[in-house]
């Protein structure tokens, strides 16, 4: 938003924010909600489905797994809207495993085992 001789006009983000803490992202993702069911009342419960799953993942796996799943998970969504819905968690994504553990998640696509998403599969 820009403000000039009392004049505020709206401008579009460069790009959008990054996250550095699950606390920042629940904050904007709260926000988010506020707006997104005003137009999707239908998709409350799937958005707070999806606010929680987040949430358990950061509280197991860290906030930079739960951030990555997020940011991941919404570049598909953005992609295919009516084949990704909210509550529905897709443990295929690639996390941040590179933190000296093993990762829990086989990164495999859930139907032919390949090396891609499931959502990818032909």
């Known amino acids: ?3 000039q001789d009392g004049i505020i006009a ?3 983000m460069q790009q959008s924010p990054e996250f550095s803490s699950f606390s920042d992202w629940h904050t904007a993702f ?3 909600v506020g707006i ?3 137009k999707h009342p239908n998709q409350s419960s799937a958005l707070m489905k999806y606010m ?3 949430q358990n993942l950061a509280t197991s796996a860290g ?3 739960a951030l990555n799943y997020d940011r991941a998970f919404r570049q598909l969504r953005a992609r295919h809207p009516a084949r990704v819905p909210w509550d529905r968690l897709h443990p295929e ?3 941040d495993c590179n933190k000296g553990s ?3 998640y086989a990164h495999k696509c859930q139907r032919c085992r390949g090396a891609h998403a499931r959502i990818s599969c032909i």
Do not use: G, P
Request: with cysteine; proline share 0%; charged share 15%.
């Open 1 to 3: 938003m820009i403000e």
């Open 10 to 12: 709206l401008t579009k």
């Open 30 to 32: 709260i926000t988010f």
């Open 93 to 95: 994504f690639k996390l």
């Open 52 to 54: 929680l799953a987040i």
């Open 102 to 104: 093993t990762c829990l």
């Open 36 to 38: 997104y069911v005003q």
């Open 63 to 65: 906030d930079a797994h």
